[in-house]
């Protein structure tokens, strides 16, 4: 039988978190080079977590 795990946590971060994430991405850069990928990931989840709460907030 096949049997679906529970996740232990929420699956994203909230939109607080994630805008925290990209700043903190942004400030701690090294090379002075743009994270291009991270920082895109990083808004494509905090874009999603602010969608999902406006929507529970309805």
């Known amino acids: ?3 679906t795990l529970t ?3 929420p699956a ?3 939109a ?3 805008n925290e994430a990209i700043r ?3 400030e701690t850069r090294v090379d002075g ?3 291009a990928e991270a920082y ?3 808004l494509s989840e905090w ?3 602010s969608r999902a709460e406006v929507s529970a907030a309805r």
Do not use: D, K, T, Y
């Open 12 to 14: 994203r971060p909230s």
């Open 33 to 35: 080079e743009w994270p």
């Open 40 to 42: 895109e990931f990083l």
């Open 1 to 3: 039988m096949h049997q």
């Open 47 to 49: 874009a999603e977590a």
């Open 16 to 18: 607080a978190e994630a």
């Open 24 to 26: 903190h991405l942004v």
């Open 7 to 9: 996740p232990a946590g």
